[in-house]
């Protein structure tokens, strides 16, 4: 991990999992910014993820920017579906 | 709906309902702005609702602010949980 670019991809693991890799990424560099980045349905969890690192470990966090998008994916069967994403950074205040 | 006030509740029904209620919120009076509110799962389809309005229906509205939180929902069996909230304002260009 750089010190400009942590990324936290969320999937389906349990949502713990990724709070605790979020707090590993804050304390394991002098960062001051972690990105959680999701698509589809693991767009509540991170969510989730940033509201309980942010509320329960980290209180001087601040969620920044959140954007949302959509990206397109290829399907096995042809063709492709549209699935929405999130991004959402949080500072060190 | 007032003018200043467009919300739309996003829960559990199919997605492009809550697409054409954001479209006739819009159409039906002449506000600026819609905001949608959602908690826990169905945040993963208001971030949908908001991508499809924005990319297939209304090309001049822009995702505005997007802000998320924490709710307490008291439990029937007594004892509180935090549930996950997301707001997304959509504002015409």
């Known amino acids: 991990m750089s010190k ?3 990324i936290v991809y969320i999937g389906r693991k349990p949502t713990m999992n990724y709070v605790l890799a979020v707090i590993t990424s804050f304390n394991s560099t002098d960062t001051k910014e972690a990105t ?7 767009i509540t ?3 989730d993820v940033a509201e309980i690192v942010r509320r329960k470990f980290m209180k001087e966090l601040k969620a920044g920017k959140i954007t949302i998008g959509t990206e397109e994916i290829e399907q096995e069967e042809g063709g492709t579906r549209n699935v929405s994403t999130i991004e959402i950074t949080l500072t060190r205040g």
């Not at 959680?36 to 693991?42: D, F, T, Y």
Request: glycine share 8%; proline share 0%.
């Open 4 to 6: 400009e670019q942590n």
């Open 45 to 47: 969890t991170t969510v």
């Open 36 to 42: 959680l980045k999701a698509r589809g349905r693991s």
